[in-house]
């Protein structure tokens, strides 16, 4: 399989890993400087390709790049092509989360973002620890590694990072309502299931009364880090 990384500005990543669990040689391939990278013997069939952008990150470096999985379905006997770009965004600057203190995540681009993580919430991360730093990043929706489901082509999306972290009860979320949905409408939220790998409903939230952010209605929240957006599916509209 052969296909290209690439940054939020359309620059190449170097020294991407590229690996598939159920390969044992070559355990892993790195992008070259261009960004390319040609992994032979990728197993045929449906198959979870992992992309390791912490492999990429020099030493000392100031940002972070995420780790990804994509679905892929090899046809043996083939170098089989990517159809488009792999994008890896810098990830924002994180914060220590643990359950053990109120913390409220923002984006100083993205005014009216906030992530919630109220005392006493279980977070779960990806090692089984219950302390990690968590990161909250906008990401263009062009360049999203994932399809979306249902029409959905909502104007903002975000990464909460890491990907496995886990949040018991759901933390509350409130976007930005840049969708222009009208003031105290419902509005289906969405999250990236990096298990299901696919978009799924987490339930619904409620734009303000003035009409400028969306938040999570109660009891519904971010349970997964991963991509999340909010959008109405089921709405009519026009080419």
Known sequence: IRGTVLDENEQPVAGVAIRFEAV???????????????????????????????????????????KMTFEVHNVEGIVN????????????????????????????????????????????????THSCEVSVT?????????????????????????PGVHFDPPAPLQVPNVDGFAPNKKIDMFSFDHDLETFVAIGTGTVSEDGTVVRTDPGVGVVKGGWHCGGSPQGQGSS
């Open 24 to 66: 044992d040689h070559p355990k892993q391939v790195l992008t070259d400087q261009n960004g390319m990278f040609l992994f032979s013997g990728a197993p045929p069939g449906f198959a979870l390709m992992e992309i390791d952008g912490k492999t990429a990150v020099p030493p000392g470096a100031d940002y972070d790049l995420p």
């Open 138 to 162: 906008q990401v263009h929706f062009d360049q999203a590694p994932m399809a979306p489901i249902n029409g959905l082509q909502p104007r903002m999306l975000i990464t909460i990072q890491p």
């Open 81 to 128: 092509e990517l159809d488009r770009p792999i994008y890896l965004l810098r990830l924002n600057s994180g914060q220590v989360t643990d359950g053990l203190t109120d913390t409220v995540l923002t984006i100083p681009e993205l005014p009216g973002f906030e992530l919630s993580i109220p005392k006493g919430t279980k977070v779960t991360c990806p090692d089984g």
